[in-house]
């Protein structure tokens, strides 16, 4: 399909003029049918809101744009925008697809988003789409959409919810580190949170049942709990500090035991691992093994920057005599400072690992490196696989 691709900003001053806004808006109104198999009056205004959100290329540059037109046939939508073998490309990405702001996306636009991306696949994008619009379609489409099932995975476990919901739970982690009754109750809250996160960024591929799920989910909660109640008591004698970092102890140990038990099921019969064309091969244990395990580290690293200086900055922050007078302030005043971390912290940790890992093929069980050697002889050395997030 064609394109038109705004001009650079330097070549604005020759344009000639040809171009006018209300063609655009003719053709964001051609965009709106094409996509729609159903019309109703009350979403006419629903849309014209539609057309300005995804028009965020509409500057007085953008408005003047040449008469070539660009090829879009050739445009691979599944194509990473960043380097994936580095450490920095997939941050850049990761700060792409788990930015905040995607959760307050409505509905309307990630279908439409969905839809885009799955037209750019098959080379039917509709005229007049802008290589931007293909690129914001996408980032929203990896923020809601699953990576093996495409579908609509729920808001709370996406991994843009990260910053939102973790700086909430943290921050009041840290707050309410005193009583065992809020010891018990923010544990518990944090392992509810995560069991979902855990769910739904799983490896689809390895159906779990919800016996196993329930399982996980008070195997992980006791854990946590254990941990947090036990330590507490162990450092009651303890200089304060030492009781701060209590909450990060209690969900490392949690995260070594959600994160395995909910994936379970990979474990057991094996996770799918495929060739580099995306073809199927087969299930490995040890590919699954390898995958959780960089899970449990990138989750765990997630925490422990915001979990291990935060506590530090408060006990300094709550000796100055101001503070004293604003106890009340304490803890939104965490709550943001857990945020500022996150928003790092969550592409940084998520960047550790490829998403599509890579594995020596002689690193395989020995029936699955017999299957592959005999489709493929010699001419595979690796598989891979999506370990999840």
């Not at 490995?284 to 690293?301: D, L, M, P, Y």
Request: proline share 6%; with cysteine.
């Amino acid at each position: 399909m064609q394109a038109r691709v705004p001009t650079p900003a330097s070549s604005v001053g020759s344009c000639s003029g040809a171009f006018f806004p209300g063609r655009e808006i003719l053709e964001d109104f051609s965009l709106i049918f094409t996509l729609r198999t159903w019309w109703t009056p009350e979403e006419i205004l629903e849309d014209f809101s539609l057309i300005f959100t995804l028009r965020t290329w509409w500057t007085p540059e953008a408005l003047c744009v040449s008469n070539m037109e660009a090829d879009l046939s050739g445009f691979n939508i599944d194509a990473p925008r960043w380097d994936q073998c580095t450490f920095l490309g997939r941050v850049k990405h990761f700060f792409n697809i788990t930015d905040p702001r995607t959760v307050l996306v409505p509905e309307r636009e990630l279908d439409w988003a969905k839809v885009m991306v799955e037209k750019s696949r098959m080379g039917v994008v509709p005229p007049g789409t802008q290589v931007e619009q293909l690129l914001y379609a996408k980032k929203l489409y990896d923020s809601a959409f699953h990576p093996d099932t495409g579908e609509k995975m729920n808001v709370i476990g996406r991994m843009s919810f990260q910053v939102p919901g973790g700086m909430i739970i943290t921050g009041f982690m840290l707050q309410f580190y005193r009583t065992m009754p809020a010891v018990i109750f923010w544990q518990w809250v944090n392992q509810s949170f995560n069991a979902l996160v855990n769910y739904t960024n799983r490896n689809a591929a390895s159906p779990t049942s919800g016996r196993q799920m329930a399982i996980s989910y008070i195997t992980a909660t006791t854990t946590a709990v254990a941990t947090a109640v036990g330590m507490n008591m162990l450092t009651k004698r303890a200089p304060p500090l030492v009781g701060r970092w209590v909450p990060f102890a209690a969900v490392a140990a949690a995260n070594c035991v959600n994160i395995p038990m909910m994936r379970q099921q990979e474990l057991i019969q094996g996770i799918c691992v495929k060739d580099r064309n995306n073809n199927e091969i087969g299930h490995s244990r040890r590919a699954a093994a390898i995958g959780i395990t960089q899970v449990v580290i990138s989750r765990i690293t997630m925490a422990a920057p915001g979990m291990i200086l935060l506590p530090v900055i408060m006990e300094r922050l709550e000796k100055l005599h101001f503070m004293k007078k604003v106890k009340v302030l304490h803890a939104p005043l965490q709550v943001l400072l857990s945020g500022c971390f996150l928003i790092f912290m969550v592409p940084v940790a998520c960047g550790l690992f490829p998403q599509k890992c890579e594995l020596s093929v002689s690193y395989l069980e020995p029936e699955l490196q017999d299957t592959i050697k005999a489709k493929y002889g010699e001419l595979m050395p690796y598989i891979y696989f999506n370990k999840g997030l």
